[in-house]
């Protein structure tokens, strides 16, 4: 998301889907004061560009079943 990690939307998907036993990545901005920059320029640092976001994903899934199969692998 694109405001701090803590206490934003995603901690409440978080806490709404702990119960269930989800496994959810936050994805947003670190608690701590925030480098000063165009838009563009602070996506990329704090990974919250199009290339990172997908880069995280990725990391985050890892190389299970699930994202052998999207990718069309046996």
């Known amino acids: 998301e694109e405001n701090v990690v803590v206490g ?3 901690q409440a998907v978080v806490d ?3 119960p269930l036993g989800a496994k ?4 947003g901005l670190p608690a ?4 000063h920059g165009s838009q563009a320029k602070l996506r ?4 919250l560009d199009a290339k990172s976001i ?3 994903v990725r990391e ?7 994202t052998k199969a999207a ?3 046996e």
Do not use: P
């Open 32 to 35: 701590e004061f925030l480098q």
């Open 60 to 66: 985050a899934l890892g190389d299970g079943e699930w």
């Open 54 to 56: 997908a880069e995280r």
């Open 24 to 27: 959810v990545h936050k994805i």
């Open 16 to 18: 709404a889907l702990a």
């Open 44 to 47: 990329e640092v704090y990974r």
């Open 8 to 10: 934003g939307f995603g």
């Open 71 to 73: 990718r069309g692998e």
